[in-house]
């Protein structure tokens, strides 16, 4: 089964690679062709780009006062993801930034939107342009870079996952910040701003305020989403975990959470509890600041690999993770003594090969459906007794 999933995975990737590089020819010869510029000598314009989703924002806002204390005389703008914009309103504008959104479906289903976006960021002059994603997509962060048409250009170097891509862009940037590959996300996020700021930027884990001062009763969430199969745990799964949460903490509501996508798993995890009120399902009823301030309130988090987990560590919040084991140095390596009330639950198949793996800095893991899904509800429950007695 791993070796049939993982052969047709291969041969959709080099599907994609050969659709990415198609796509980026065309756009880029649609920026050098219709992009029209301003005449220079205007404002001092900064751009920073962070287009990634919602736990890789957590992962990287507490650098943005940094960025903003770089040029405190310009001005300074963020291209940002819209997914988060909730979330960015909520505690990050106070800084001097300001937001431009981007829908990336949108973006990438319309290329109207992506021309109206690009001819904007070329309206704006920008004199200097900051890519600092660990994770930088050629068809939306470095179009984005080309079609803004700064003099100056930094950006993460040695950052794709496959090397067939970094050719694309290759003389877009002026500047290449060269950051350990196989780190915690947060850690890459603080290097780099460390690095193109040249101010030491001196925080050891990421931090998120509280969205609200209001108190839930007592209660655990479950957070069942995730933005691709192999990094769902089963329904099966979650409903023996809530069965067991439930008998064990019998004075905690059991709060089923995700998204709009996520109602149909929530209302099968539910059956079975129908009428008990222990187990409730909030799952697409909330916007994400009001998810976050939820999240925020909790005694206990189990999540997915999701942005959920990030919230529950940046907020303190005793933390279970559910992974299949992708990317284990970008997300869930980080130290045991800066999370003491966190725990990493990986399937078997992974735990095999990260104890004979002896290169561990080329370690690589590529999950299946069946591993995931394959965690017993028991191993998460001894690992939320260990975080939360």
Known sequence: MYKLSLLLRKIKSRKRLQAVTATFAEDKSWIAAHIQRPEPGGEDNLLIIRLDDIGDYVLFRNMLPYYSAMYPHRKLFLLGNMAWKGLFEAVDAIHDITPIWVDKKQYFKDPAYRHALWQRLADLGFTEVIAPSVSRNVLLDDLCVMAAGAVNNTGVGQLYEVPELLPLSRGLYTSLVNIPRNIYEFEGNRLAAEIITSKLVDIKKPYLPKLSSGQQPSSIGLFIGANAVSRRWSNEGWKGL??????????????????????????????????????????????????????????????????????????????????????????????????????????ERFKAHWQVYTERQQFKFEPVKADIQGIPAATVMAAAREVFR
Do not use: C, K, W
């Open 242 to 347: 809530a069965a067991m949460l439930r008998r064990q903490y019998p004075a905690h509501t059991i709060l089923i959470l995700g998204g709009p996508d996520d109602t149909d798993s929530a209302a099968a995890i539910l059956e079975g509890f129908a009428g008990d009120g222990q187990v409730v399902s909030r799952a697409g009823t909330l916007a994400l600041p009001d998810t976050i301030s939820l999240i925020q309130q909790l005694d206990l988090l189990v999540s997915n690999n999701s942005m959920a987990y990030h919230v529950g560590m940046a907020s303190g919040i005793p933390t279970v993770i559910i992974t299949s084991g992708e990317n284990p140095y970008r997300f869930t390596t980080f130290s045991a003594d800066l999370f003491p009330d966190v725990r990493v639950v990986y399937p």
